[in-house]
């Protein structure tokens, strides 16, 4: 073998990926090696944070056992929930299966916590998509949204740079506000996304301004990044969806909310019923798989976000603008792209459908969809339908043709998924290395 031979990445032969893109995927590797080690460390801490979780727990294959009907002490529930709250650092956990989404998971902690005439204040922006029908925010009013029951919205923008307006918060929050809402994740938009230290500074300003408020967090897609939550740096309570990063790519559905006991406990009130709570829900056989999701989790969102890191380097190293950078400090899974046209954005995506290990064989379409003034391409091959913790790229058709993608649940997959995209896209004569 010539030092050259050994210096490139092998492939294995089946993927057919140019030499020269060969080349520049080392070096975009070679650059970011410092930022995979950081991520690394990251992992073993927090997967030996849940390996600790288990074992105070005392999880036991008993706990692995179906309930059906009421699901009245289902032991494997309950020490479920202990588990998610000894990892995530929180007084208590709600976990359940029977959350449907990111989305209803969030509705359920909203509704479960504020009462009418209540006034909460989102301090980050628009929320994400699915929430403002939810909020009912203006133009979004939907029926039975919070605005239904004379809840009251109002909201903070960020500023032009996409970071937290501090100083508006010093000035806007009075006790007047019961809630005050954070979301962690950039969603589909290109802000940065919130590291736990800046959600504390955020939580401190509210503390100090309504003593008595909730600070409650959108998670989702920021469990495991950091070696801890914002539940233990200032935040009342957060919530997330199990199908991504805290369900380890196991999880078939699901979601949690954790954070204080009284406020957890009022959001199991809403979830069953005003005094059942939490002592009800069968688990149906989902115990062993939410176990088996929560162990990994960890390992698996740090795969994810190496996936992203190497996607940032590998895509800059081709010219194109990416957001996050590859050395910036992430607080959740999603990596940018801005593709710049959309046939680069389309061979983008059909590529990555290539590096599934589902539906490898689909190619991907723009279509309209709803609530987009634009058609969207989504390209995702996944063993759980709609996981966004497995490899997954969408992108409406617009300006400036960007990109989100986001999971991985393993790193090598992953990246060989983002060289089939970047070889999808010089088959197409859309790359000149
Ligand atoms: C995914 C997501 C949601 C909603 O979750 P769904 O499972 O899609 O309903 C809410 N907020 C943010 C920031 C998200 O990323």
Request: aromatic share 8%.
């Amino acid at each position: 073998m010539s030092p050259q031979e050994r210096k490139t990445t092998v492939v294995y032969p089946y993927f057919q990926i140019d030499e020269a893109l060969l080349k520049l995927s080392e070096a975009a590797e070679q650059r970011v090696i410092p930022v995979l080690w950081e991520i690394e460390r990251t992992q073993r801490y927090n997967q030996q944070k849940m390996l600790a979780a288990f074992n105070r727990a005392g999880v036991s294959e008993s706990h692995f056992a179906a309930s059906t009907g009421y699901g009245y002490g289902d032991r494997g529930r309950d020490v479920l929930d202990q588990v998610y709250a000894y990892a995530f650092g929180a007084e208590d956990a709600l976990v359940r299966w029977n959350f449907v989404s990111g989305t209803h998971t969030l509705t359920v902690a909203l509704f479960g916590l504020l009462r009418p005439g209540d006034k909460m204040l989102c301090v980050t922006g628009t929320p994400y998509d699915t929430i403002q029908g939810v909020i009912g925010i203006e133009g979004r009013e939907e029926p039975g949204s919070l605005k239904d029951f004379g809840i009251l919205y109002e909201q903070l923008d960020l500023l032009p740079d996409g970071t937290p307006d501090y100083k508006g918060m010093e000035q806007i929050i009075t006790p007047e506000y019961k809630m005050i809402y954070i979301q962690r994740s950039r969603g589909y938009t290109l802000r940065p996304s919130l590291t736990v230290a800046e959600i504390e500074k955020i939580a401190e300003i509210a503390k100090c301004k309504a003593p008595d408020c909730i600070v409650m967090v959108d998670n989702c897609y920021g469990e495991f990044i950091e070696r801890d939550e914002p539940v233990s740096h200032g935040a009342d309570i957060m919530a997330g969806s199990l199908i991504k990063n805290p369900g380890g790519g196991i999880a078939p559905t699901g979601g949690y909310i954790a954070g204080k006991k009284e406020l957890v406990e009022l959001c199991s009130y809403r979830l069953t019923t005003p005094g059942t709570g939490r002592e009800l829900g069968c688990t149906l056989g989902q115990n062993r798989e939410l176990f088996l999701g929560a162990f990994h989790a960890p390992h698996v969102a740090g795969e994810a976000l190496k996936t992203a890191v190497y996607g940032a380097a590998l895509f800059s190293a081709l010219g194109y603008s990416v957001t996050p950078s590859p050395e910036e400090k992430r607080g959740d899974i999603i990596q940018v792209v801005e593709l710049q046209n959309p046939e680069a954005l389309i061979a983008f995506c059909r590529g990555i459908q290539k590096g599934a290990p589902v539906d490898s064989f689909v190619v991907p379409e723009p279509s309209p969809m709803p609530g987009y003034d634009s058609d969207v391409i989504m390209a995702a091959g996944a063993f759980t339908l709609g996981s966004s913790i497995e490899l997954s790229a969408d992108a409406p058709l617009r300006e400036p043709y960007a990109v989100w993608m986001q999971g991985g649940v393993n790193y090598h997959s992953g990246q060989l998924g983002i060289l089939l995209a970047a070889q999808e896209m010089l088959n197409a004569g859309l790359l000149h290395l």
